[in-house]
Each structure stands twice: as structure tokens, then as C-alpha cells.
DNA sequence: TTGTATGCGTTATCAT
DNA sequence: ATGATAACGCATACAA
């Protein structure tokens, strides 16, 4: 007996048109077909309201036209850019994207590439956590923010530069005593080497500096405490804070103010992301910006092999400076 | 010849294990098998570095344990929030999620819907704006935020109730003369409600009020000469504004100040949507909070019909008051 | 309980 | 140029 209540395939449309398996398989894939031919098809699929299975197709061609990424959140407005710009340009390249967050938590990290190996994905975009996630061979892998071996292309900013730039942003606004916070101190990736990049920058423009670098899990208050005790007579012994995200910017700044120590008077500010979500509505601080575009393009070219081969398998995009009002000028 | 550098399948798996196809399948899928069968073909599964074919499976058993998202975007927090509610979810239920940006552009929200009608997934949870999109009969569909007929549940938080309670809050808060900031005056979706609620409640608690409300496009300007407008000898004729969004409201607190007005001293104002997504850090404005996360649930349980049958298409969770700065208490 | 055989919808390789 | 037919990897009904 016949299957009730199913999609039309190839072979009905082909019975209704009254040609051969074959011709209808061009017409849907736009190889030539002659006009009489042609035509009855094209009439059969309309009159029946055919639709391609990709799944057929995929299991026939091994070709799937889906992509997935793997990010933490959606929640840091840095993860959700990212994302949208990467699901753009996929969508530009006729291409599917399974979406997959994994909450920073390793073995999900794992758990979604072996599902993705199950599911022939042509590609993997992996902004992962997981330092010993083991990646299959078949499927080509592009790393963000995290370098992964020799094989492996890794995506990111120039954090160092960026660091840097902070560094030398802040000598210029005439800052002499500046201050580093940091949090996630255990990860060893691109984003770490902001500090190195500020580190430089203050050694070579002679600034005074002092570094504070929390634990994994361990609460703002900390930062809290380290910039009171640098306060005396109600004077910040510290003119110039470069914050490991605007987040953490975010959080200072508040504290300053609480503090009574003005921003950017007293202390001048200076994050890292520079995510402007709300337009230019919302600057919530100076901030030296990731090209977030450019990395999703990046990682889109790396995976499609749009690039001359032979490229280093690190790649770091320039960071720019963005005035957003904790700073002078 | 043997095609090379493939995976290998459940054909290898069996021969290397030395049983038939069929017990391979039983193993994979968790069937009994006893004991020296299953032994082997797990042995064999390690020593091949065997992966099943989702896709073949998927092509066999029509489904694909995949769900296709449609928003407009993810750089609005509502909507990269809500995204993120809903790939946790359909991660809980280990299903896949297609993630399709449409811009908010009609064409191209319904070019997806046939790729993924062609793509053979379970569902589809769309947050559209074409009114006239048409959805396959054969996938199940729901729809946030725009009601699609009486076959297509729709799930919103109640808007008009969240009028009525900003309406209501302001004349808590010693309002007398408020009034209502809106965009995107076309669309005949739930959001549109909000209008109805908070006029229903200044009626009932005989507030003076007054709306703008903006054609498509139309630039944010017309909102600060409307303040401007209605101020008089640096004195608000306004004493409470309700904007249809945290991003108008953003803007609107901006342009009171520059013109002098204090918030909420002369002027209260609050929002609608109530994202917070640095935690509690960035409260941008007192505001009607939508139930982000059950809007997510409450999709994802119809998509799986986990609910009782037969109940209504339109289903209003219910929305919240939050506090954050721009009203007074 | 295990093995065998068939078919899912499509593409591709053949003859025609 | 078109039509018949054989894979693709897996699940399953059925036979052993």
C-alpha cells in the first residue's frame, strides 16, 4: 500500500508528468532539458507542490551546505555580534548554520562536535573553552580567539595591539599611573595577550603600572577593593584604568563614581570589545573595538578555502581606538 | 574499486566485527544484543572511529531532530536573548537548531521557510514580519509576536497588559500628564497592543495623555522636537513617558537631559522589553519586562506538543515591572 | 536473538 | 537529449 500523507518525491512527479526519473532530477538541478519536456515537469511539480529533499540530496552528494558554530552565550553582546555577522555571511554563501551554545562547559563543547561529525557538517566555526577538545579530521575547523595547533587555523584580534594601543592611548591623555584589570586569568588564549600588549606599551612610553588579574569565579568585589585602597585623601593614586572588557569597564566605572572619584576627570577609562549595540546610542565607554565583521569574514573565507593556501594558521586582525566618553578629548 | 579516505560505515563495522548489518544497527541504537555480539561490534566502532550517519538516519526515519529559528537579527538584545533562550531548550531535548536572520526583510523570511520546508525539520519557531508568509501545511509552525490564523499558535507576552501596567506605575508615581513614544507604526503584530493597554489604563486612572507615534523610517528627531516641544519655561509639561521600547527610551532619557530635564526628578520614563544583559550592571531605564525565557519554553512545548490539545492559538504570558533608575523609589 | 533483504529520495552512469 | 538502473547509509520487517 501506498505511503498516505506524504511529501510528493522525484518519482511522482516524474509518473504525473509522464517522463522518466532522470529528466525531472535536471530540470529541478537546471541542467538542460528541451522545451516540451521541460515544461510538463515544471507543471507536474507545481501542480503537486514538489520540494527537493536536502536530505536526500545530502546523503547522496555528501555535500550538506551547513555550517555550525560553537559559541558560550548569546548573552555577551561580543558572542551575539559575532554570531550575526558569521549567520550573514553564510547566509550570502546559500548555506545553513546550526547554531550551537555550550555555556564555556567542555565536555557540551565535545559532546556538540561528535553530533556535528554524525551530521557531515562542511564546517565547524569553534570559539571553544575546551583546551584538549579533539576535533575530527574530515570536517575543516576554524578557531577563534584560541590557537588549537599547527593544523588548525585560529581567528582573532590583534589583542596585543590592542593592549598596547591602550597603553599608548592613555600616555597621550596624560596618564602616568595606570592599572590593568583582568579576570579569567587560567584560560590561555589569543585575549591574554592583552596584557603582554599593555605591558609593552607601558614600558615603552615609562608609565607607572600595576596589574590585578582575579581568579576564575572570583567576584568584582575584588576589584572594588583594590581601587579603594588606591584612593587617599580622596584622590585615585591611579589616572588611567585599561579593563579587560567593557564589562569589566562597565563595573569600574560605577565604582569610581560611587567612589566619588570622577571619570574622566579624576580617572579616564579605557575597555575592550567596543560593541555598540543601541547604534551610537550607547557608548559605555572608550574602548579599543574588535573588527567582529572582519572576523566572521575571515573565519567564512578560512572554512570555503577562499584565501591563497599556505597562510599562517594565525591569523590577527587590527583593533581600533573609539572614543566613548571615559576619556579625555 | 573501494572508494578511499571515507568514512567508514555500518557495512565496515559489521565486516571488521564479523556480524551482520542489522546487529550493528541494534548496537548503535541501543537494542538488546547480547553480550559477545555487542562486544565486538563496539570494539570495531573504536577501532573504525565510526560515526553514524545522522543524515542517512534522518533520510530513513523523516526526522531530522532539527528546528529552524526565524528573527530578524541577534544585534537587538531581545532577540539574541530570546535566540539564546531557545537553543537552550531545544538543547535539552538534544535537537539541532537552524538559526535564519531575516533583516526583517519578507523575501528573504520566506525564501528560508522553503529551505527549510526542502530541509525536512521538525519545526519552526519564526518571529516574522510578513503578513502574507505562507507556512507548509506539513511543518509544525509558531509564531512569536504576530498571530497567523487559527491553525498557527502564537506565543507573545501580554502586551496590553504591559501597557496598562506602565500607565498604571506612573500614576502610582504621581503622574498627571504622560505620554507614549512609539515606531514601527504599521504592523499589525501583539506589540501593537501595548498602545491599547496604556491608553485603557490612563483612562481608568484619568492621566492626561498624549501619543507620537512614528511612521516606518522615520528618524528619532521627531521624538526630541515633540519634547522640545512640550517644554515651557524649562519646565516638562510632561511629568511621565512610556516608550514602546528600552531603545526609544534610551533615547528619549538622553535628549530630556540634554534639554535640561532631570530623570525622574521632572520627568519619569519607562521602557519595555527590560533586558539586563550585563546582570543587574546596566539597568538602562525602568521597564516592562518581558518573560523572555518562558516565551522560549512556551514555543518549544508546542513545537513538541507537550501541551493538553485544543488550546488557544494565541497564548499572553504575563509581563513584569522592573525598576532601574528612571522613576522615582 | 541474529541475519537478510528491501526501500527511503536523489544523483550519476550508463545505454538508448 | 532522454530513460532505465544502480548506488548512497541506514532502519526495519521478516525469515531463520
Chains 1, 2 share one sequence.
Not at 521541460?38 to 536530505?55: F, G, P, T, W
Not at 607601558?202 to 576589584?223: Q, T, V, W
Not at 565607554?285 to 594558521?313: D, K, N, W
Request: charged letters at 25%; hydrophobic letters at 35%.
Amino acid at each position: 500500500m501506498k505511503k498516505v500523507n506524504s511529501s510528493p518525491t522525484m518519482k511522482d512527479v516524474a509518473r504525473e508528468a509522464g517522463v522518466a526519473l532522470g529528466t525531472v532530477s535536471k530540470v529541478v538541478n537546471g541542467l538542460p532539458v528541451r522545451e516540451p519536456y521541460k515544461h510538463k515537469v515544471e507543471d507536474a511539480i507545481r501542480k503537486l507542490d514538489y520540494h527537493v529533499n536536502s536530505y536526500a540530496q545530502g546523503f547522496k552528494s555528501n555535500r550538506t551546505d551547513t555550517v555550525a558554530l560553537l559559541v558560550p552565550n548569546l548573552w555577551d553582546p561580543f558572542f551575539s555580534i559575532l554570531t550575526h555577522h558569521i549567520n550573514r555571511e553564510l547566509q550570502a554563501r546559500r548555506c545553513r548554520m546550526f547554531l550551537c551554545t555550550t555555556d564555556f562547559n567542555p565536555d557540551l563543547e565535545q559532546e556538540y562536535v561528535t553530533m556535528l561529525q554524525n551530521n557531515k557538517v562542511d564546517g565547524i566555526i569553534g570559539l571553544t573553552y575546551n583546551p584538549q577538545l579533539e576535533v575530527p579530521e574530515g570536517i575543516p575547523f576554524v578557531s577563534i580567539d584560541r590557537s588549537m595547533g599547527p593544523h588548525i587555523p585560529c581567528v582573532a584580534s590583534d589583542n596585543f595591539q590592542g593592549g598596547q594601543m591602550a597603553a599608548e592611548k592613555l600616555a597621550d591623555l596624560g596618564c602616568t599611573n595606570v592599572a590593568f584589570l583582568r579576570t579569567g586569568s587560567s584560560l590561555n588564549n589569543e585575549p591574554n595577550k592583552r596584557k603582554a600588549g599593555f605591558e609593552n606599551g607601558c614600558l615603552s612610553r615609562k608609565l607607572n603600572y600595576e596589574m590585578l588579574i582575579l581568579d576564575d569565579g572570583e567576584p568584582y568585589d575584588k576589584f572594588d577593593r583594590f581601587l579603594a585602597e588606591h584612593i587617599e585623601c580622596g584622590r585615585s593614586y591611579f589616572d588611567g584604568i585599561f579593563c579587560v572588557t567593557d564589562k569589566v569597564a562597565y563595573h569600574v566605572i560605577k565604582t569610581l563614581r560611587n567612589l566619588q572619584i570622577k571619570v574622566p576627570e579624576d580617572v579616564q577609562v579605557i575597555g575592550f570589545d567596543g560593541i555598540r549595540q543601541l547604534g551610537d546610542l550607547d557608548p559605555v565607554c572608550s574602548s579599543i573595538v574588535q573588527p567582529v565583521e572582519e572576523i566572521a569574514q575571515t573565519c567564512i573565507g578560512l572554512l570555503f578555502r577562499e584565501f591563497p593556501p599556505g597562510r599562517l594558521p594565525l591569523i590577527c586582525l587590527p583593533v581600533t581606538y573609539t572614543y566613548g566618553g571615559t576619556t579625555r578629548e
